[in-house]
């Protein structure tokens, strides 16, 4: 099993910066991508930007530029900055975990919040 910790929500004006963290603990070995996601009251879930093992990264369109996600595999740590907040980014982030072996990412943290708003 995989669990991850989430932290570094909060509430930050437009135009803002914060940076969150995922902590990876338990049977990290084979994990080969790391993300962030996140949900909007009544929206789906969407991915906002992924890292592998290599260090390959994927952004979604409304995030580039502005957010940057990074890796520290000696903590099993992945972080996501994020920059020039907009309102609209409001959500709840969620840091999610995938196993070489898998086609979907399985394992979950309990997310943390993040309200832009002035």
């Not at 909060?10 to 969150?20: A, K």
């Not at 990290?28 to 969407?46: D, N």
């Not at 982030?93 to 990412?105: D, H, Q």
Request: aromatic letters at 12%.
């Amino acid at each position: 099993q995989v669990q991850l910790v989430e932290s570094g929500g909060g509430l930050v004006q437009p135009g803002g910066s914060l940076r969150l963290s995922c902590a990876a603990s338990g049977s990290t070995f084979s994990i080969t991508h790391m993300g962030w996601f996140r949900q909007a009251p009544g929206k789906q879930r969407e991915l906002v930007a992924t890292i592998t093992s290599g260090g390959s990264t994927n952004y979604a369109d409304s995030v580039k530029g502005r957010f940057t996600i990074s890796r520290d595999s000696a903590k099993n740590t992945v972080y996501l900055q994020m920059n020039s907040l907009e309102p609209e980014d409001t959500a709840v982030y969620y840091c999610g975990a995938r196993k070489y072996y898998s086609v979907r990412y399985d394992y979950w943290g309990q997310g943390t919040q993040v309200t832009v708003s002035s």
